[in-house]
């Protein structure tokens, strides 16, 4: 019964910062190795914290600057380089953001045109067969490559009910 106590008072922890994490947007990653306001993803373009989807960011997605993205070959034996130049308006740094934890903490939301995408908008892709839940092989399959799925898996699953429902995915999600 002592060993119990400990136990549930960390699944208690683990779920309350789960719970806090969720209640808020999608920050999805783009396709280049830029957010929309040129600073580099890592890997989502929010300005806070985000789960491994790029949804419940702890803050909003970074601003469209309109981005000049240009590859420059070195040679077939080199990687390529990559610079980025915001065409519309100046690139807003951590200093003028209010409420950012990191400028590396984040990832934009974004399908191929760069518009973000909700919570709805990203469970709804991930939830493959419609069913209204994301199961271990849907997490699995957007997760390849991830090192350790099941254990994130768990995390958001929090009735442990082997499934994500919309409110686990998200807690702004009915």
Same mark, same amino acid.
Do not use: H
């Given at each position: 019964?002592?060993?119990? +106590?400990?136990?549930?008072? +960390?699944?208690?922890?683990?779920?309350?910062? /789960?719970?806090?994490?969720?209640?808020?947007?999608?920050?999805?990653?783009?396709? /280049?190795?830029?957010?929309?306001?040129? /600073?580099?993803? /890592?890997? #989502?373009?929010?300005?806070?914290?985000?789960?491994?989807?790029?949804?419940?960011?702890?803050?909003?997605?970074?601003?469209?600057?309109?981005? *000049?993205?240009?590859?420059?070959?070195?040679? @077939?034996?080199?990687?390529?380089? #990559?610079?980025?130049?915001?065409?519309?308006?100046?690139?807003?740094?951590?200093? !003028?953001?209010?409420?950012?934890? !990191?400028? *590396?903490?984040?990832?934009? $939301?974004?399908? !191929? %045109?760069?518009?973000? @995408?909700?919570?709805?908008?990203?469970?709804?892709? +991930? &939830?493959?067969?419609? $069913?209204?839940?994301?199961?271990? *092989?849907?997490?699995?399959?957007?997760? %390849?490559? #991830?090192? *350790?799925?099941?254990?994130?898996?768990?995390?958001? &699953?929090?009735? $442990? !009910?082997?499934?994500? $429902?919309? %409110?686990?995915?998200?807690?702004?999600?009915?």
């Amino acid at each position: 019964m002592m060993t119990a +106590l400990p136990v549930f008072a +960390l699944v208690v922890t683990c779920l309350a910062a /789960t719970v806090q994490q969720t209640a808020a947007i999608c920050c999805r990653e783009s396709k /280049t190795k830029f957010c929309l306001d040129c /600073t580099r993803k /890592t890997p #989502y373009c929010s300005y806070g914290k985000c789960n491994i989807f790029g949804c419940a960011c702890a803050s909003a997605c970074r601003e469209d600057c309109n981005p *000049d993205i240009t590859v420059r070959n070195r040679g @077939w034996l080199r990687r390529p380089e #990559y610079s980025c130049r915001c065409m519309n308006k100046r690139r807003r740094d951590a200093e !003028d953001v209010e409420g950012q934890e !990191d400028e *590396d903490q984040g990832d934009e $939301d974004q399908d !191929d %045109q760069g518009e973000n @995408w909700g919570p709805d908008e990203m469970f709804a892709e +991930l &939830d493959i067969d419609g $069913d209204g839940y994301i199961s271990m *092989d849907e997490f699995s399959s957007a997760l %390849q490559g #991830y090192p *350790d799925i099941n254990a994130a898996f768990k995390e958001m &699953d929090a009735n $442990d !009910d082997g499934k994500i $429902d919309r %409110q686990e995915f998200d807690s702004d999600l009915q």
